[in-house]
C-alpha cells in the first residue's frame, strides 16, 4: 500500500457525460501528480499541483481539469468525454524534497 | 523532451531464471524510477535510483548516470514477477516523471 487512495476504482460512463476522480495524497506530501495510461499513449502526465497551486501541465486536453484542495486532496474533472478517454488514470504524490514518487492504485474509466 | 527506451519490449521466462531489463535515457536526470504494474494495474515502487547500486531481496537495479542508462536484474524469477516494468526518469527536481514503453514479462511455472 503507499498511502495514495483513489476514488472510484473504476467508472463505466458515456460519450459526453462529466466524471470526476478523486486522489488522497500521502500524509505530508504537498505535490500531486495526475497520469493517463493508454493502449496506444503509455503513461503520461497531466498536470501536477503543488500545496494548492498549479505547477505544471503536461499532454492534458482543455476538456480536463484539475484542483487541489487545502486539505491537499486533488480532483481530476473529466468533460465531455470520448471513447479515446478511456484509460487508467493514476494519481502520485512526492514528499517535498525526496524526489520520489508513489502511486495510487488507479481509476479505470470506461467510456462506453 | 527527454527520451526513455526499455529493452527488450517482451520478454517470456521459465521460473527460476534470471534477467535483465535495460532503461536508455537521452539527458541528465535528476530522479530515476523502476516500477512494476502487477496483472491488477497497480503501479508497485521498486527502486528509486538516480545513481549508483540498490539491491531488494531478488531484485537489483544500477544506474550509471554518466552514461545514461539503468539496468534491473531480477533473479530466481517467480511467477509473481509476471506484469510490466517501467522505468520513468525525472528531469529536474520536483518535475513530472517521463516514462519509457515498459518491458512486459512473463514467468511459466
Known amino acids: 500500500d503507499s498511502g495514495v487512495t483513489q476514488t472510484p476504482k473504476h467508472l463505466i460512463t458515456a460519450t459526453g457525460q462529466r466524471v470526476t476522480l478523486r486522489c488522497s495524497p500521502r500524509s505530508g506530501d504537498l505535490s500531486v501528480y495526475w497520469y493517463q495510461q493508454s493502449l496506444d499513449q503509455g503513461l503520461q502526465f497531466l498536470i501536477q499541483?503543488?500545496?494548492?497551486?498549479?505547477?505544471a501541465k503536461g499532454n492534458i486536453l482543455e476538456r480536463f481539469s484539475a484542483q487541489q484542495f487545502p486539505d491537499l486532496h486533488s480532483e481530476l474533472n473529466l468533460s465531455s468525454l470520448e471513447l479515446g478517454d478511456s484509460a487508467l488514470y493514476f494519481c502520485?504524490?512526492?514528499?517535498?524534497?525526496?524526489?520520489?514518487?508513489?502511486f495510487g492504485p488507479g481509476t479505470r474509466l470506461t467510456v462506453l | 523532451g527527454i527520451q526513455v527506451e526499455q529493452s527488450p519490449p517482451d520478454l517470456i521466462l521459465q521460473e527460476g531464471a534470471n534477467s535483465t531489463l535495460r532503461c536508455n535515457f537521452s539527458d541528465s536526470v535528476n530522479n530515476l524510477q523502476w516500477f512494476h504494474q502487477n496483472p491488477w494495474g497497480q503501479l508497485i515502487n521498486l527502486f528509486y535510483?538516480?545513481?549508483g547500486t540498490k539491491q531488494n531481496g531478488r531484485l537489483s537495479a544500477t544506474t550509471v548516470a554518466t552514461e545514461r542508462y539503468s539496468l534491473l536484474y531480477i533473479s530466481s524469477s517467480q511467477t509473481t514477477d509476471s506484469g510490466v516494468y517501467f522505468c520513468?526518469?525525472?528531469?529536474?527536481?520536483?518535475?513530472?516523471?517521463?516514462f519509457g514503453g515498459g518491458t512486459r514479462l512473463m514467468v511459466k511455472p
Open positions: 535510483i538516480p545513481s
Open positions: 499541483y503543488y500545496n494548492g497551486e498549479e505547477r
Open positions: 502520485a504524490s512526492e514528499k517535498q524534497g525526496y524526489n520520489e514518487q508513489f
Open positions: 520513468a526518469v525525472e528531469r529536474n527536481a520536483g518535475n513530472m516523471l517521463t
